[in-house]
C-alpha cells in the first residue's frame, strides 16, 4: 500500500514537473535526411507547434516553448508545404524530454500553387492485398503529395496491420490518418491504441497552397476521451494562426453536415468554418461514392468506397486522387482498384465494327489503376502488313478512348489487322492485336410502337416475352459513349431513342441523362443533372422520368430533352439515393424513407408521403409494383410493402438475411421472389411470410432482381456466377461462372470474386449475362453452356434491353452497344 501510494505520488510530482516546464524544441531543415540537427542546418521559422490545445510559432531559430497542460499527450507540428517530416510529425510528450525536436526535409517536387493527394477510407482489413501497392505505385507515379486514410482502419488488429504495412515508409509518401468509430477500442481510453500507433487524433498540416486539418469522430466502439469542446478549442487556436487566404480543408471519418453552414458546436462555444475559407470536407463512413456541392458556399463534400473492397451500396471499390490549388479542390479522379493492363478493342473488332455516319468508330476502353492512361494508338494494316493508318485515340471517359476516321469504299469487306497500344504515365506499354472484316451493316428502320410498358416490367423481371432468338453469336452493330460512367442505369428505349443515366461521383459534371438515336448510336440530346443519375430510367407518356443521388426528380420530354418539371425531395442527410424509381398508371414512385413520394407525371404534384419508416443505407435495389402493392428496400433496414395508392405501410421484413437490401424484389405468378444474405425467399406479398426459399451457399449482395421462367429461377451471386435453380424442385440444374471481376462492387466482396450485378435476360432458349469481368456472354438456358461472348473491356452493371430486334448493353466505360439478335 505504501509503495503504491509512493508511486501515485511520484508520477504526480512528475506531471507537474512537466506541466510547470512546459515544452520546448527547436524545428529544423535536416539537409541529409538523418533527424539529427547537424552543423549549417539551420532553424526554420514561423513553422506551427502545437500541443494538442495551444498553437504557437517558431521562431527566427526555429524555437519554440509551448505551456503546460494536463490534456497533452503528444506535442506535434503543423508540417508546412514544400517540406516533409524525416521521421515523424509528433513526439509523444514524455517527463524524461528535455527538448522536443523536429526535422523537416524540403521536397524538390512541391510547388505552392497546387497540391495532390491519394486518398483512403474504411479499408476494414487485416490482409494484404492489390490496393495497397497500387496506391503506392500511384502515389509515385503520379506525384502524389501525401496519403490520407479517413478512418476505420478497423478494431485492434486492423490498426497494427495498417501501422505496420501502410505508412510513410512502405508508401513512399507522408500517410495521415484519422480515427473512425471502429478505431476507438477496448483500452484505458477509446483512442489509446490508436495514439499508440498513429499519433495524436487532430492536427493539421500543409500542402500546396492549401491548409488540412485532420478532425477525430465523435463516437464510436468505445468512448473517446476527448470531447468536442477539445477539439473544437484546438481548431480555433489552429486557424487563428494559420493565413486567412488559404484554402481549407478538412479529413474526419463522418460528414459534419448535410446542409450548407459548416458549424461545429458545442454548449460551450462554436465556430462557423464557412468563415474560415473551408472548401472541402472528406470522409468515409458510409461506404459509397457520393460528391455533394453544398449550395453556393464553394464548399465540395466526398465520400470513397473502400479500396479494398466493395461499398455498402455496392459502390466501385476505389481510391481517389483529390488536386487542390488556391481555390480549394481543383481536381477529383477515382482509381478503381484491381485493374491491371486492362485494353480491349471494342471497334473494329472479330465481333463487329461500328460506323458513325459513313466514318469508322474507333473505340477502345483501356484502365489500369496504378497508373494514368497518357496515349492510346491505333494502327490499320492491311493484309500484305501495310500501314494504312494510324491514330492518336481522345479519351471520352475514364475508361474510354476514341475516333472517328474516313476509310475509302474499296477497304470495304476486305480482312484488315490492327494494333493498339496504350500508354501509361510512366511509359510502360499495353499492346493488343486484332484481326477483322471490315464490313458496315445495313441496320433497318425501326416501324411500329417501340417498348410498350408490358415490356419494359418484363424487363425488370429479366424475362422477355413473345421473342425467339436462336442466335449463335454477337455481332457489334453500332457503340456510342455518353460521355459519363453509366452504374446501373438500363437502357430505356421509346419513341425510337435510347435513353441511359450517367453518373458523377467526383462532382466533375459528368452526370445526365443522354437520348441516343436507337438504330445509329447518334446522340440527339444531353440534359446535365445536378447529382448522378445511378439508377434507371422510366419512361410514360412521353415524359422520362429519373431521381439523382441527391433526390431530385426529372421529368423530360423525350422528344427534345426539355425539362417539363423538377422536383426536389425532402432529403436532408445521408445516405445517397440510388434506387430506381417506378412508373404505374401516371404516378411515379421513388425516393426513399421519409423523402419516397409518388408524383404525378404530368404536374411533379406530390400524392402522397412515406410516414411510416426512415434510416438504413442505401441501396441499389429498384422497386417492384404488383396490384395495388408497392416493394421497396432500405440496405441495412427493412424489405417494405406498401399501398401503392395511400403510401401506407403495410408489413416489412429484416430477418433471415433480408435487410441486407442489395437486389431487386421480383413478382412472378402472385409470389415475391427477394433475395437475402444467403437464401431465396418466395413471399407471398400480402403479409409478408416465406411461403418457400432455396438455401444459396454464396453471397446474395448483388444489384439484380431473381429471373424466374417457368421451369428455371436464375439467382446472381457476389462471388461463384448465376446459379439456375429448377422451379418446382429447388434443386440446382446448372451454373455459369465467369471471370474474376475487373474491380469490385458487392458490398465487402474483394478477390476471388466472379461477380454478376446485372439482371441476365432471358430471350428464347437464350440467356444473355452482362458480369464484372468486361465480358457479355449468350449461353443456353436449359444447359448455361456459354455460346458466344463479346469483351465490352468494362464491367456490365446495368440490366440488358431487347427492343427493335436489338439487344442493348450499356457498360461502365459509358458505352451503349447495339448488337443483332
Keep these: 500500500m505504501y509503495k503504491s501510494i509512493m508511486r501515485t505520488a511520484l508520477l504526480l510530482l512528475c506531471t507537474q514537473t512537466v506541466m510547470a516546464q512546459g515544452f520546448s ?95 483512403l477510407t474504411d479499408t476494414e482489413t487485416t490482409m494484404y492485398n492489390n490496393w495497397i501497392t497500387e496506391a503506392k505505385d500511384y502515389a509515385k507515379n503520379e506525384q502524389a ?18 501501422a505496420k504495412q501502410v505508412n510513410t515508409a512502405t508508401m513512399g509518401v507522408p500517410v495521415y490518418y484519422c480515427i473512425g468509430n471502429h478505431d476507438l477500442v477496448k483500452g484505458p481510453y477509446g483512442e489509446a491504441l490508436y495514439e499508440s500507433l498513429f ?52 479529413f ?44 453556393n ?105 476514341a475516333i472517328t476516321t474516313a476509310v475509302p469504299a474499296a477497304w470495304l469487306k476486305n480482312v484488315y489487322t490492327s494494333t493498339v497500344e496504350a500508354t501509361t504515365s510512366t511509359g510502360q506499354i499495353f499492346f493488343r492485336r486484332d484481326t477483322f472484316s471490315l464490313e458496315k451493316t445495313n441496320i433497318p428502320a425501326i416501324t411500329g410502337p417501340v417498348w410498350p410498358e408490358v415490356l419494359q416490367n418484363a424487363q425488370r423481371l429479366g424475362v422477355v416475352p413473345g421473342v425467339s432468338n436462336n442466335s449463335k453469336g454477337f455481332h457489334l452493330l453500332w457503340s456510342a459513349n455518353t460521355g459519363g460512367n453509366i452504374w446501373k442505369s438500363s437502357p430505356i428505349c421509346a419513341e425510337g431513342k435510347i435513353f441511359v443515366g450517367t453518373l458523377d461521383d467526383e462532382g466533375n459534371h459528368h452526370s445526365g441523362i443522354t437520348a441516343m438515336d436507337a438504330r445509329t448510336g447518334k446522340i440527339v440530346w444531353q440534359f446535365p443533372t445536378k447529382n448522378s443519375i445511378k439508377h434507371s430510367i422510366s419512361y410514360a407518356s412521353h415524359l422520362l422520368l429519373a431521381t439523382d443521388a441527391e433526390g431530385i426528380t426529372y421529368a423530360l420530354e423525350a422528344a427534345t430533352g426539355k425539362l417539363r418539371w423538377q422536383h426536389a425531395g425532402d432529403m436532408k442527410s445521408l445516405a445517397s439515393y440510388n434506387s430506381g424509381g417506378v412508373v404505374q398508371n401516371g404516378i411515379y414512385y421513388t425516393g426513399a424513407g421519409k423523402y419516397m413520394q409518388a408524383l404525378d407525371i404530368l404536374t411533379g404534384a406530390v400524392k402522397w408521403t412515406n410516414q411510416d419508416w426512415s434510416g438504413g443505407e442505401g441501396t441499389p435495389a429498384a422497386m417492384a409494383v404488383q396490384g395495388d402493392c408497392l416493394v421497396t428496400s432500405s440496405n441495412w433496414n427493412h424489405l417494405f410493402a406498401h399501398n401503392l395508392h395511400t403510401g401506407k405501410l403495410r408489413w416489412k421484413r429484416s430477418d433471415e438475411g433480408i435487410r441486407f437490401r442489395s437486389g431487386t424484389p421480383a413478382f412472378y405468378d402472385g409470389k415475391l421472389y427477394v433475395h437475402g444474405l444467403n437464401r431465396l425467399h418466395i413471399i407471398d406479398p400480402a403479409n409478408g411470410r416465406t411461403v418457400d426459399s432455396i438455401a444459396v451457399e454464396d453471397a446474395l449482395k448483388t444489384m439484380t432482381a431473381p429471373v424466374v421462367t417457368d421451369q428455371l429461377i436464375l439467382i446472381s451471386t457476389a ?26 462492387t458487392a458490398p465487402y466482396t474483394q478477390p476471388s470474386s466472379a461477380t454478376i450485378e446485372s439482371t441476365p435476360l432471358c430471350v428464347g432458349n437464350r440467356v444473355y449475362i452482362g458480369a464484372s469481368d468486361g465480358y457479355v456472354y449468350m449461353a443456353d438456358l436449359k444447359t448455361g453452356k456459354a455460346v458466344s ?10 440490366e440488358m434491353a431487347i427492343a427493335n430486334g436489338l439487344l442493348y448493353v450499356a457498360d461502365f466505360s459509358g458505352n451503349v452497344n447495339a448488337f443483332a439478335l
Aim: proline share 5%.
Design 719 to 744: 462471388t461463384n456466377g448465376l446459379a439456375a435453380y429448377d422451379r418446382h424442385t429447388k434443386q440446382l440444374v446448372w451454373r455459369f461462372v465467369p471471370g474474376e471481376a475487373l474491380f469490385y
Design 252 to 295: 474526419n471519418h463522418d460528414l459534419l453536415t448535410y446542409d450548407t453552414l459548416f458549424t461545429i458546436r458545442t454548449d460551450k462555444d462554436s465556430i462557423n468554418l464557412n468563415d474560415h475559407r473551408l472548401k472541402a470536407w472528406i470522409y468515409g463512413h458510409w461506404h459509397i461514392n457520393f460528391a455533394k456541392q453544398h449550395g
Design 789 to 798: 461472348r463479346f469483351r465490352t473491356g468494362a464491367p456490365v452493371f446495368a
Design 297 to 401: 458556399t464553394g464548399i465540395r463534400s466526398l465520400c470513397s468506397a473502400p479500396a479494398a473492397d466493395g461499398g455498402i451500396d455496392n459502390s466501385a471499390s476505389n481510391f481517389d486522387v483529390i488536386g487542390v490549388d488556391k481555390n480549394g479542390i481543383s481536381s477529383v479522379q477515382r482509381r478503381y482498384t484491381y485493374v491491371d493492363n486492362q485494353l480491349t478493342q471494342v471497334s473494329p473488332a472479330a465481333t463487329g465494327v461500328a460506323f458513325e455516319g459513313d466514318k469508322l468508330l474507333v473505340s477502345v476502353n483501356a484502365y489500369h489503376t496504378a497508373a494514368n492512361i497518357r496515349q492510346v494508338l491505333f494502327s490499320l494494316y492491311n493484309k500484305q502488313g501495310q500501314l494504312l493508318k494510324q491514330l492518336p485515340l481522345q479519351p471520352r471517359t475514364d475508361w474510354n478512348w
Design 145 to 162: 503529395d501525401f496519403m490520407v486514410h479517413t478512418g476505420d482502419i478497423c478494431y485492434e488488429d486492423g490498426m497494427k496491420f495498417h
Design 25 to 119: 524544441g527547436k524545428v529544423f531543415t535536416d539537409s541529409n535526411g538523418n533527424n539529427i540537427c547537424d552543423a549549417g542546418e539551420a532553424g526554420m521559422a514561423g513553422v506551427k507547434v502545437s500541443n494538442g490545445v495551444a498553437v504557437t510559432v517558431t521562431d527566427g531559430d526555429g524555437r519554440f516553448h509551448l505551456p503546460s497542460s494536463p490534456k497533452t499527450r503528444f506535442v506535434f507540428i503543423t508540417t508546412p508545404a514544400g517540406y516533409r517530416f524525416t521521421k515523424s510529425f509528433y513526439l509523444k510528450a514524455d517527463s524524461s524530454k528535455t527538448t522536443y525536436d523536429f526535422a523537416l526535409m524540403p521536397v524538390k517536387s512541391a510547388t505552392t500553387t497546387a497540391a495532390k493527394f491519394v486518398r
Design 199 to 250: 499519433g495524436p487524433v487532430f492536427y493539421s498540416f500543409e500542402a500546396g497552397p492549401a491548409h488540412f486539418i485532420v478532425t477525430p469522430m465523435w463516437y464510436g466502439d468505445y468512448a473517446p476521451s476527448y470531447t468536442a469542446d477539445d477539439v473544437l478549442q484546438w481548431i480555433k487556436n489552429d486557424l487563428a494562426a494559420t493565413d486567412p487566404a488559404k484554402p481549407v480543408i478538412i
